[in-house]
């Protein structure tokens, strides 16, 4: 007997109950503590790397960097071109670079300056000299893609922590050339939207208007 | 009855299954043996305090440094001795925060493990940053873990030398 639209909605309201409870924790994404005062932000971009073209990191590092706008409607890095700076300090400008040197197991990390509550300055480094780092969604040997290590990065960026959701973008570890991460989780959703409301939709028209 | 509430749980659970996905990123899991492995000294104990000072690293970067006095309870590797001062990058000073992504904060009283190696300048900082250092409940527990002291312990020991 095929049951009915009516009676399995019903069972498909309980089982998402019965499913919210069992995964359990609602919210696993951490809140650094402070934000940026507005919804968006400038970034440069040092693309001088060890494994493809500047202008294929770069725009690798857009895709990543847009993943929070595009997925979650919520914050927006805006690129606002190269760069040839090559340390990181609380200077106001927020860079993303490629270094050359290893830093231990950790493939980026991301530098967070704040002032009182106020994000004041974000940079990003890739630890070019530990690991090899590949662009788009195919093509990954024993390395990292840049989309979604940036897709993490840029989620430090904007005010998250590490998220204790194993399927979430903010999770600290990762797979080689794993291309998952540059989706978000609805968990990372949630997290970038407590930080940021996304602005409400235009108003919806209640009623019609002939203009002639 | 039973045949209606399997098949609308798989018209429920089925879209879930696919979009299931792997982790996260922007660190590779270290085992602790390996990790005990690269270190000089791995210790274990309370930290006593955190005073950050600004300093410029091997890159040219100026970033805010704590560096953390650990009352070491036990040494697992390594020469032994009472306090061990441990740089971590990232700290305050005045209202000014620097966070650093791959790194623990810490504050006096709290119980960790630190697997450290020494710098250029001669100064103690975690071996592999961020997993060089591992924090510690009352109980000896890592937070958020099953893993014990006892069993980080055996692990250090076995296989660290």
Redesign the interface.
Known sequence: MRPSIRSCSAWIVVALIVLTGFTGEPRAYVLSGPKWPQPQTRYYVNSANLDMPGTVADAALRAGAETWALQASAFRFLNAGPSSQTTNTNDGINLVMFRSGSSGSAIATTYWWYDGSRIIDADIVFWDGAFRFFAGSSGCSGGFYIEDIAAHEFGHALGLGHSTSPTATMYPSAFTCDSSIRSLDSDDISGVRALYPPELPPPTPTGFRIVR | MA???L???L???GP?AVV???????????PIGERARGAERVVAGRVSSVTAEWQTND?????IVSVVRVNVTETMKGESSPTVDVEV?GGTIG????????QLTFTPGERALFFVRRNRRGRFV???????TIKLDAAGRVP?TSLTLDEIRREVTGRAR
């Open positions: 045949r209606q509430i098949t609308c749980l018209l429920v659970l879930l299931g996905r792997a982790l996260g990123a922007d660190q590779v899991p270290v890159y040219g970067d100026r970033l990058e209202t000014l925060t620097l966070g650093v992504s791959d975690p071996h592999l940053r961020g997993q060089g958020g």
